[in-house]
């Protein structure tokens, strides 16, 4: 008998995770995966052609909601992912990482009664003032079915008593990076789209609600990626998200030299600017592994990670950290590059 899985995405960090997953579920003989995005990212460059580059299967729902307050924004995608989970009547229903989309989901799966699929459970960053804390927390709570990037992540469930449904599968971003690297390799256009940078240049993404919720708090961050790019003689490409685009403009003085903003990049022009940077600053949790990846080192423009592994190995520092830790060596923890089909195989033997 087919097992029918509704996928809840509505952002970009989602839409990678889920690619990956989702072309093994395509693959499979024993799966059906009905997609529903929420549009919490809704453009072009921030959706469309994510979905396009992932090989992502057309939503079967968009419901389109984006927008507003915190609470009022995950209220209207519970009150619709609930109406979509009666219509599909899943066995499952799966939810990635810490968005508001993955809290509607994996609230509205619960209170069905349909098991909740976790996917990157289990992360911490213990500051509760950051909603995707909140966020990940809550869909933990209710989760039938918990897979784990890492030995850390399963370490703070069980703080947490969750160790029942609990997998440790590694992480499937870097399932998603391999895939992304074997397509840019030969990429013409993209040589040809950037050809314009410098030789010697760091990536730099600010996007977090706590990084963007005032003008000083940006230009705090400003200053210090201009001082580490002068004192590193580089350039700074910048892809402005458009949270942060509405406080630059505001900014007394225009972004100048070393920044040099772009748009908003797809996957795979991330990746093929991570294979020529020297550096990545960033607030993002997702690209301080995806440096990694890329053997890039990072220095995560925040107070804390919830990616642990990336400080203990010196591949990453906090910006309030003047060194990294250590020597820089291998991540074990984050796995092979095999998630997908690792996550797979657990679904088909518990559902």
Same mark, same amino acid.
């Given at each position: ?56 299967? !057309? ?7 984006? %927008? %507003? ?5 995950t209220g209207r995608m519970l009150e619709a992912i609930e109406n979509t989970i009666v219509q599909e009547k899943p066995d499952g229903v799966l939810v990635y ?24 459970? %289990? ?13 990940? @927390? ?22 947490? %008593? @969750? ?33 314009? $940078? ?66 908003? $990049? ?32 990072? @220095? ?15 591949? !990453? ?9 250590n020597t820089p060596s291998t991540i074990d923890d984050y796995g092979d590059g095999q ?13």
């Amino acid at each position: 008998m087919i097992k029918r899985i509704v996928t809840v995405v509505g952002a970009r960090p989602q839409f990678i995770k889920a690619a990956a997953l989702s072309r093994m579920l395509k693959d499979s003989s024993a799966f059906e995966e009905v997609l529903v995005h929420t549009g919490q990212h809704f453009d072009q460059n921030m959706s469309e052609i994510f979905f396009k580059e992932l090989a992502l299967p !057309n939503p079967k729902y968009t419901l389109n909601i984006h %927008g %507003g307050p915190h609470g009022q924004m995950t209220g209207r995608m519970l009150e619709a992912i609930e109406n979509t989970i009666v219509q599909e009547k899943p066995d499952g229903v799966l939810v990635y990482g810490d968005t508001n989309s993955t809290l509607a989901g994996a609230l509205a799966a619960s209170k069905l009664l349909i098991p909740t699929i976790h996917v990157e459970a %289990g992360l911490r960053s213990y500051n509760k003032k950051m909603p995707e804390e909140i966020n990940r @927390i809550m869909a933990d709570q209710v989760s039938t079915l918990l897979f784990c990037p890492t030995k850390v992540s399963v370490e703070n469930l069980k703080k947490e %008593g @969750i160790e029942k449904g609990v997998h440790l599968v590694g992480d499937i971003m870097y399932d998603a990076t391999l895939y992304a690297l074997n397509h840019i390799k030969e990429d013409d256009e993209l040589h040809k789209k950037f050809n314009y $940078l410098p030789s010697q240049f760091a990536l730099m993404t600010i996007h977090r609600a706590e990084s963007t919720q005032s003008l000083k708090d940006l230009q705090e961050i400003l200053n210090f990626a201009k001082k580490f790019a002068n004192e590193n003689q580089l350039k700074v490409v910048f892809p402005v998200h458009p949270r942060t685009q509405k406080l630059i403009v505001t900014l007394p003085d225009k972004l100048m030299e070393p920044f040099i903003p772009v748009d908003p $990049l797809s996957y795979f022009e991330t990746h093929f600017l991570l294979t020529k940077a020297k550096n990545v600053l960033t607030d993002s949790g997702g690209l301080q592994k995806e440096a990694y990846f890329h053997r890039v080192p990072c @220095i995560t423009l925040r107070n804390e990670t919830e990616w642990v592994e990336t400080i203990e190995h010196g591949w !990453n520092r906090l910006w309030t950290q003047p060194t990294y830790q250590n020597t820089p060596s291998t991540i074990d923890d984050y796995g092979d590059g095999q998630s997908a089909p690792k996550i797979l195989k657990v679904l088909s033997d518990v559902l």
